[in-house]
Each structure stands twice: as structure tokens, then as C-alpha cells.
């Protein structure tokens, strides 16, 4: 869900890492020699950074030796293998462009649905969809049915064709499906609820590119916004007293909750936190909840390890608070936390380990928001929906500080974590190249100056300061540069990965 | 209602093809041949885009042949009468400008009354009080004095005259007056009444003021926000429960609405249509709605078209959410899909037909927002007053696409549909002639470097890169230029016509 | 409390006026004649622009003669006093800088204190805190700790250390820490309450942050926006029925409050000025109050001045809408205009006579606006706190108009009222001497145009166009340039006064 303005050109220079063992595998390939690739598996937590220092790690030695052992090749194997299907599948991407319009279609729904929590990646989305069906299949539908509408809106309303690409219209079209259908008070299988789902779910890109009419004047995205606005606009234009379509009653709290420490069910704390996690999507089922963690593993790893702290801290809020059970047990302390602790810790921010402490305090704070905002929005007999996380995150991703530790990514080069960390150290590394360039400079100035002491001072010393302020001009576009070689090393990489394709 | 930006000098170069016949009509009178003037009206859709046609028409006709049927003749009297009072009435404002400073004033608040309808003109504001006191003159008493105040509160606060002028200060203040008066529990004459509604509305230029602050970064007008606020605020603040302002009690629904579908009333459901351009002045009464209608009419036919298309789609979308039938009798489901559609229908949209599709989505959009602003606010005994409108509005304004047929005007450009519209038609008609030019010019060139193919072809090129760079350079201030260049049209035509006139 | 963006750099260029009497101070000291300083007190009223007129006469008499009375010293001797402790204390907190971090941070969180009234004045925070104490003690601590424990975190997130030290992220903790003590049911001395008090004054500076970056767009301060929000978070999440943390129960108006005029109580109503003023620190102490005042006056009697008229405003505006007389008794009605009546009347508005009617225009709106927040918030149970005036005062800033009375100062040179004006008539009177040295050239040019009529006429015109461009050059950069002369004449001033103190 990283903000509309994401357009398809950025993501193509995507983990440039392919490129450091395509020779080897090359080489592996055509002596047929890959015996055991499921065994070998190596630790999946590499698949993000780890993959990368792997390959390099492996590239300098094959640069020393020729000597490829059998292991070797079957990790170099699954290597690419994770690299197809993890981040945000850019490949697939690339490969989807040239298929069947209503093939691509699918691919924007899968992504569109697992957008929601920032993933890009249309297996994440099928596993989501998985979840969703193993909850309740018609929650499956209306959420099917508003992703699909949301995306044939944009197309029709001629939005970016990035975005839509990437599923960026589409996550607010699941949310609004699902969770009109969760809190109808009609029933499952209410048909005419459809009508209303296509309606607002079609409205989604409206209201999606207005907001980022205004966010973007801060560099911000939207988040589920649009979500929030439409499904509280459908339910509080019909309301628990209607004749076509009913929701479910809400009511503020009016009496002391009844607390007994005593009562308090641990394992069923344990599962609230899986339940948290489902309950972004409105789902209670802890198994669809686990599912979804899954689908953020095969993205992501620091995705899903953030979700799940977020979820843990969102408990321990509740408790904090003094919530009553059942809510916390049912995951509504969780879900808000788990998208804004996502959201802070790695996807808009740089992962440092002060913006990992920042998206644990991220997470506490939209708990606290969220007992506030459903204390409210119970008057107008509203569920909090998402209004807690997009308040929480926006604050944040607003909050400015003087460290450069806590590094915000431009809105346009946000992907996933792993790769905005690898940005993220490309631009510190170019940093510090260009000041080591420059003191270098400036050393052998001051050594010449004072070889050539006595005739032509006044000459070098003009010349010198030109010197400088070239420097300094490089700094100020070394964002736009870095960016631009970024993508033609990606080309270069991209085409060597397809010639030895070629070649096994 | 067009921004608050739109200053004096930009209305300036109104229809100046008005004067483009008045030497003409001079003779015509002179000779005293009109003579059926009213059997010979022209359709009113005319009054519009027609009359410039028409008057182009003649101009060229009356550069071939000197001869003049009696009955142009009787046209073009009937045009001029019709440009004197439609659209803007310019020439009226530019001769108000010579008289008495009070009949300036009544100029403004006439101006500011019809503003509301985003229709700035003294008969239709004059037209529309008739309508006012027709339903009942207390209310059109305080609208009056609320119109008054607010005018006189711009000019001690030194605000822009020109769009003083324009009754831009005046539409929050004849809205905050009405409302007040209409929303008061003291009942009719309570002449107590006018004493915050003196304060409220003097007040109604610092709130404008300072939202148009906010919204102009985005080009966006500031609709009737100030008078949501204000009213909002004068209700709440004192409430139900008030010894000096008692508000009406407003409640929330708390049980399911007894709807029969049986007991529909169709012809009731027909004069919903009028009733609900009525309630954008707080008028429930059908004949003060038609007379309204009439004002538009007079100023913009498209807009009235508008107007009308809104109240019905306020009326079904009533239906479709189980409103009950009292409301929609009410004309409480129009009045602010009256509003939106106007707006985004030819008002701050170039009418095209998608722009046509887009102001009906709004205005389906607006009755859902309108429900669910009524049923929050009740929460504080408080009526949705225009928030629905304003909020679908800017919605839909900010809403950006890559399509060039929904073409955005820019705030100090708009005026009325018929008028904004020629002003896309010749934005459009430039840059297609520019492009012609411009292929024109390839071409040449192309012609060219193949005659001269062999000697100096590399000077050539160079030439021919200076002359795309020019062509380039000028796409970006196409605006800017065209604006000029119509003006200087302007004078030319009227030079010509003129000239051609003293012929006559 | 002016805004985040007052970084250290901008209020080194204090009181330029300090050169104005250094010389003759350096005399006094020399010749040990100072005899009776507290005697010869001069009004106090003078402390802001009275001593530098004073300081000014005396400066050019002293030019004239060298004849000092003892008079004379006495008084200059007390002025020296005045300029140490009044206005933002700015030798001090030089002086501070080079102190251990413990009594810098303490200075810090006085200041904090003061700037709930915006006031930068560490004496002034610590006569606050006098009055808190005899208010209540429990609450006076938590304060503190909300105070200190804000500053704590600004630091630990790297803020801008200017607005650290100018007690911009301490005010906002103050209230938290006081009003989270007041609003709690659980009685003082709840030792648990510390708990959250240091988280949501640890969040402060986050708020802060994030609100400065959208507020910042339109050069507009965050006031007190970061206190209401967490606030009303903590109060609302909590809520009345809460275990942990519960907070006094608030509920909204149902029935006619019961209003005899003739119980109306005078004298209680004069104390509801006092008490107005204490309520912005939630005390409802008169004495309390009285002791807030005088910490006003001790900086800024403009400030002192009014406050009091705000409160008086604010008790008016409650009678006319009729207002049960416990709640104006109490100082609701006063707090809030208190402090709309200080923002606008000096502190970031130069003060004019203009600017004095809208403050209290504005402090009349805030009244109102204080009301119908009110009375929505008590529907959610919470206290309106300082909404009424944080959004009055944003709107009385947004605002703006074509006269050059009113003058909005950049936020970034907003000190006090005294300074604010002395800033505002020397950028008039640099523009007024430009103004004259423009037409003077002109003149000049004229001239000499006359006498070189014939031979090189054409060249000469050429010339002067140049000549002109240069001028209107300069008025583009002027406020800059005065800034940058203004902060010449200070280092030159205080080096004076610090060589004259060794002298001594």
C-alpha cells in the first residue's frame, strides 16, 4: 500500500543481487547437476538481506576458484527460486505485462488484496484469499467482488496504470468489500448487499486519488483512508434501523466493565496475536490469522515480524487499558497496531534499530488511539475501522527529527523493507565515498600547495576552490544519480539473468 | 459561489461580443423598425454559446452584404436584451460601478443572494428573494440582513472588492440568516433573533477568508463552508435547551422508520424535484423551489439543468436507502446533490459528457454523504446543513486523472458553464492549431533538408532543433498566451464590428 | 509558545536599546553614586517600550551634556534590572549555556511552564508554579513531571535544541501532566497516574513535530493542539468506567438550565476574571489566578493587559448566551479567550489599534466556538480543553486582508508583543526611507535629465532605468536584510554592555 504516486518504472531496479551468482548458475544448470533443491533449503529468513550477503559472499569465491560444489548450486538454485517469488515478484510482473488482459486483472486483485498490509506480491495475495475463504466464503466473495470492482474503476477512470499495477487501488476495495460484509446485520448471503459493495468499492479510486491530492503535498500515502471514509459513510447512511441494509448494533460503553484478573485465559492471549493479525481483515479465525502471517513471510520476513510485535504490543495494551477480555481475546487491540507498527518499522522509514523503537512506540500509541477512536465512533454506532492506524502512522511518518538515523524514503522509492534498507545503505555508502572523494581532494590540494609554495600560489588556489564547489553540487542530485545507476545496473543484471536462462 | 479569488479584472473580458452589435441596434433603433421583438425570440438554450455564433454569424454576413432583413434585426435586439440579463449581467456591473454607493450595495447583496446557486447575478438574486418571501418573510428578512451584514463586514475588513462585487462575501451571510431563523425554536419575529445573526454573519468574511487561506493551495473555492461552521456553531453552541436562542430539537433515529411501499405518493415524489432546490435556501415550499428554478434559468441554463438532474438523483437515492418518505417529500435529499451537481457539472468542470457522468456520480455520492452527515450530526441535535455538499464537492474537485476530457478550470477562470465552457472549447482549439503548426513546420523542414541534402545540411538541423525547442518552450505558457491572445481577439472582433456597424 | 520554528539563532538579536544606555551605565558604575534603585522604580508599564524611549533620550542628551544626576543613574541602573528580567530574558539564557545540564534543563521547564501563555520567561514559570502550588500540589507535581519528562523527550528525539531551550515542547507537557490530574476521578495522590502522565507527555514532542510539519506550510504555530489531542486521547480511552484510569464523568446539557437573573452574584463575577486566567492552567483559585498575572506582567505587560480582557470577554459572552452562572463563576468561559486574547492582540499580530479590535473580536468567537465545543465534546465526556481557542486563533491568523495595519509576523520572529512591535515599526521605517531614497533619486535623475537635454540623452535614460531596478531590487529583501543588520547592532551592543560589566 505504499502511496499512489509509486509508478511501474521505479520498481523495475529491483534487487540488483540477481546479477552476483547468475554466472554460477549458469554453470550449474548446464551440468544438470541440482539434485536436492527442497532439502537444501537454506533458512528463509535469509530470503531478504541474507540471500544477497549469501550471493555476494559466493560471487567473490567463484571469482577465486572454479570449484563448484553440488551444494552450492542447489542453494544458488533455490536462491532464485525465492528470488521469483518473494518481494514484490517484480519478474512476474514484468512477464504478466505481455499476458491476457483479464490474466493481468487477476494479478492486480491478488496484489490489490495483500496490499493491505503493504505487500505487493500476488502469492501473498492468494494465500490471503485462502485465509478469507477458510473464514467465511462469503466474506471471500464481497471482498473478491470489491477488489475487482475497486480495480476496474481506476481502469475506467484512467488512474495511473502503475498504481493500479502494483494493486494500489485495490486494497481499499477489499477492506471496504469484507467489512461491509461483516458488519451487515442482514446475514450471510444477503445478495443485494452487492449492489452497495460495487457501489462504494467503485467510488474507492475517487476518494483514494482525492486524498492523495492533498498527502501528497507532504509526501504522504494514503493508507486505507478511503477505506475508513466509505465504510463508515455506508454505515452510518443506513444504520442499525434500516430496511435495506441494517449493520450490526454498536453502543458505547455505559457501565464498568466486569475485570477479574483471575479470569484471565493465557493461551488464549497467545492466540490473539495471530487473531490480531486476521482481524485487519476482519477475520477472528486464528488459523486465518496464521495463514496471513504466512503470506507475509513469503514477501517479506521483516514484514511479518513487525505485524506480529505490533499484534503482541497491541494485546499488551489492551490489558494496560484495563479492556475487557473478549476484546483483546478477539484481536481488536491488535489489528490497528500490526499495520502501524508494519507501516513505521521498515516500509516508509529506513530499518535502523531507533525506527524499529520507533515502530514499537508507533504501535503502543495507536492502541491507546484505538480504545479512543472506538470510544467515539460507538456513538455514532461505528466500529473503529483502520482510522487509528492511518491517524497513528501518519503522525509519525510526519514527525520530523534532526538525527539521520531515522531516514523517511521519498514516497516514489518505497517497496518492501529489505529493499528500502538496501537503498537506504546504497545512499549512506555513496555519502560517505563522496566526503572520503572530497577529503582526498582536499589533502592532495593542501600537499601540492605546499610543493609549489613559492611562485603560483594564487593560480592553484583558485583553481582548488573550483574544485569544491563542484563537490558540493554532487551532493544535492546524488539522490536522483544514485537512483538512475541503481536501474542500469538492474538492466544489465536482468539481462544476463535471461541469456543464461537462455542458455539452460 | 467561484472562489474567492476571482477578482475584478478577470470577469472583465466578459462577452464582449455584446458590444460587438449595440452600434448596430443604435441605427436599428435609430430607424425604428423593430418590430416583433418577442414573437422572434430565439430559443433560450441560445443565450449561451448561441448568441455568439449568431453574432459571429452576422459579423462576417455584414462584411459581404449591407443588407439587413428586418427580422435579424428583431434577433439581434432580443440577443442583446437576453446578453444584458443573462450569464454574469457584466455590463450591468460595469455600469453599477459609476452609481450611488448603497445601489452598489443592493448590486452585492442581489449578487451575493444568487451566489449560493454559484449564479452571479442581481435579477436571479432578486428573483430568489421574491421566491423567499413568497415562503415566508421573517426567513427573508434575516437572509436579507445576514446578506447585508456580511457584505458590509468584507468592506470594513478590506477584503477584495472585486470579488465583493461578484456577491462572493455575500451567499455565506443570506445562508447563515435564513438558517438561523429557520433552525430557531423562539418562532417567527422573535426580533431578538437579528442580533446574533448581525454577529454571525459579519463574522462569515473571517472564516471565508481564512479557509480560502487553506483551500486556494489547492485551487479549490470554499463553497458554503463557512456558513456549515457558523451555524453549526451558533446551533450548538446554544442548543435546545437555551433561555435566549432555543434551537429546534433535532434527535437521532432510534428505531427502525415505518416505510409502506404502498403508500408512496408519485405526485409527491414529482414535487420533491422543486422542493429540493428550494431547501438549499431552507424552502419546503414547491412554488419558492420553481421560482428558483426560474433564477437559475435566467443566468445559466445548463446550471438549472444541473439543478434539477441533482434534486432527482437526491430523490432516488433516497428511496434506494429506505429514507422515510417524509424526508424525501421534504426535499431534504436534494438540496445538496442540487449543490453538487452544479458544481462539478460545468460550474468548476468544463461540461463535457464525462464531466456530465462525473456530476451525477457526485451527486449519488452526496445523497449517501448527505444521509450519513444527518445521522452523525443528530448526534448533536444538529441539521446536515450543506457539509454533504461541500465535502462531495471538494472530493470530486480534487480527484485528479490522466483522461483531458474532465479539464479542472482554474478558480480564477471560472464564471458559468456556458462561459467556462467556450473557454475550454478555445484552450482546446489553440493547442490543436499550435500542434498543426508545429507538424506544419517539420514538415517543411523535412522538405527542405532533402532539397538540400548535400552541402550545409549540419546548419540546417541545428536551425530546425531552435525552431522545435520554440514550439516546445510554448505548450508550457499556452494558458497564459491564450488568455492574452483572446483578448487581443476580443478587440480586434470588436474593432471590426464596430467599424462594420457605422456601415450600417 | 510561538510556534517550533523559533530557532536559537533569531532571539539573539534582543532589545537592541540595551547600547542605548550603556555608556552613561558605564559611568553610573564607575562613579559607585547608585543610590536608591528601588525607590526610584519607574512605572513598570514602561518596561516594554517605555525604556527604550527613555534609554533613547537619555542617549542623545547624553551626547549634549556630561552631566549625569544621580537621578538619572538610579533610574538606569533599574532599567538594566528590568531588561534582565522582563521581556524573554535572553542575557540570561546566554548566560545559562555555559551552566550544568541540570540547571539548564530547569530553566527549560520554567520556561516550558510560561509558555502556556507565551510567555519565555523562566522567572515567569517559576511564579506559575508558586501559583500551582497553592492551587494544588498534587497537580503542581504532576505538572512538573509532565514538563520535565516532555523536555526529556524532545531531547532524546534530537529536536530543534533553540525550541527546546525556548520551552516550546515543555508547555504542551504542563498541561498534560496538569489537566490529566484534574480531569482523573481517582482522587489525588494516585501515584499510578504518573504512569500515563509520562507517557503521553513523552508523546508531546512527537505531536508537536508532526503538526509543525502541516502548520509550517501556512506559518502558523501548533498552540496548545498537541496538549488536546492527547488529552482527549488519554480521557477517551479511558474513559469514566475504566478500572486503571478513570476520569470524571461529563455529560451533555438535556434540560433548561435554571437562570434567575436577579441571583446573579457581581462580585463573583469580577473574580471570574482572575479565575478565567487560572483556568488555563485548570485552577479555579482567584489567588491562583492574580499570581498568574502577575508572572504576565513580569514579561510583557501587553501580554498581562490582555489576558485580563480576554477573561472579561469571555465572562460576557457567557451571560449573553445564557450560561448556567456556575459555569462563568467557575472561569470556563474565560480560559479560552485568554488565551485567543493574547495570541492576537500583540504576540503574532504587531499591535495596532486594528489588531487590538480583532483580538478581541476574535476573543468574542472564541467564546462562542468555546460553547458549541463544549457542549460537543460533553457528548463523548470530555472537557472541551483548549480546542475553542487553538481553532480561533488558527482561523484569526489565516485570515488575511488588503490593509497594511494588520501585520502578521513570520513566525520565525515572533518573540514577545514589545519586541514584535519594535520589529514592526523599523521594517515601516526602512520602507519609508527607501520609499523616500527612491523618489529622491528620482528627483535627481530628473534633474540631470534637464540639463544634459541634448547630446546623450538616450544613454542617460538607459542609465536610470538600472538605477530603478536596483531599487525595487531591495524591497523584495528587506526584511532580511534587516534581520541581518539587527543582529549586527545586537552583538555590537552586547559587547558593549559585557565590557562595560568588567569595567565594573
Known sequence: MPGLHRTKDIPKNISSFYSAFTQELASAFQSKQVQQPLMANPDPEMSGGGEQKAAQGENTEAGKSAVHTCQQKAKAWLLLLLSYISGDMEVFAEWMKKQFFLLQLLDWVLRGAAQVMFV????????????????????ALNGFVGTLFATISALILQQSRGAIAAGLYG??????????????NAGDWYWWLLLPNIVMSMTCPIVSSALASINSRWDLPVFTLPF?????????????????????LIQPRTELANITWAEVNVAKLFTAVPVGIGQVYGCDNPWTGGIFMVALFI?????????????????????????PFEAIYFGLWGYNCVLACIAIGGMFYALTWQVHLLAITCAFFCAYLGSAIANVMSTFGLPACTWPFCLSALTFLLFTTETNTIFKLPLANVAYPERNLRFFWKLRKKEK?????????????????????????????????DGKGKGDGMEGKEINKMMIQEEEMMEVALGEVSSMAENV
Open 120 to 139: 505487493n506480491n500476488p502469492l501473498s495475495g492468494l494465500v490471503i484469499f485462502a485465509g478469507l475463504i477458510l473464514q467465511n466464503r462469503w466474506w
Open 171 to 184: 486494497y481499499n476495495g477489499i477492506l471496504v468489500g469484507l467489512l461491509m460484509a461483516v458488519f451487515s
Open 228 to 248: 475508513n471514509i466509505l465504510v463508515c459513510l455506508h454505515m452510518v447512511a443506513t444504520g442499525h434501523y434500516n430496511h435495506h441494509f441494517p449493520q450490526v
Open 299 to 323: 514477501s517479506s520476513p521483516i514484514t511479518c515480524a513487525h505485524a506480529t510485535i505490533g499484534s503482541a504490543v497491541g494485546m499488551v495494551s489492551g490489558l494496560a487499558l484495563a479492556a
Open 433 to 465: 565515498l563522496e566526503r572520503e572523494e572530497k577529503e582526498r581532494d582536499e589533502e592532495k590540494w593542501r600537499e601540492k600547495e605546499q610543493e609549489l609554495l613559492g611562485n603560483d600560489k594564487e593560480v592553484l588556489r583558485m583553481e582548488r576552490m
